[in-house]
């Protein structure tokens, strides 16, 4: 009887013995995460900014000469999805107007191009 208590004891605390020595766990990188856009990310500023709607200009209507971009306050502006507002950029020297487009809930848009 006495070996099978023995027996039964160690059988509760080798696992235990096991797990303490399981406590630190190896250091993993984690790669940085982009940020992703939403429609807080939206406003005036990230509209108004190098990335903002100039960026697409760029990228999308190849106009090299694009200047500043003003968009209204935005305490004005609906960010909501299907919104659509109007912002006036500078291409070329000359004053225009682009429709900007909120797409979807990830802050995406989509500007027209300038008239």
């Not at 939206?42 to 990335?51: F, M, P, Q, V």
């Amino acid at each position: 009887m006495r070996n099978f208590v023995r027996f039964r004891l160690a059988l509760a605390v080798v696992p235990v013995l096991a797990l303490a020595g399981c406590s630190e766990l190896p250091e993993v990188d984690v790669p940085d995460v982009p940020d992703v856009p939403t429609l807080e990310s939206l406003s005036e500023g990230a509209l108004e900014g190098a990335d903002g709607i100039a960026k697409v200009l760029r990228e999308e209507y190849q106009l090299t000469d694009v200047g500043s971009v003003d968009c209204p306050p935005t305490p004005s502006l609906s960010f909501e999805k299907g919104a659509t507002f109007d912002c006036t950029v500078v291409v070329a020297g000359e004053e225009r107007t682009v429709e900007v487009s909120v797409l979807n809930e990830n802050g995406g848009i989509q500007v027209s191009e300038p008239k």
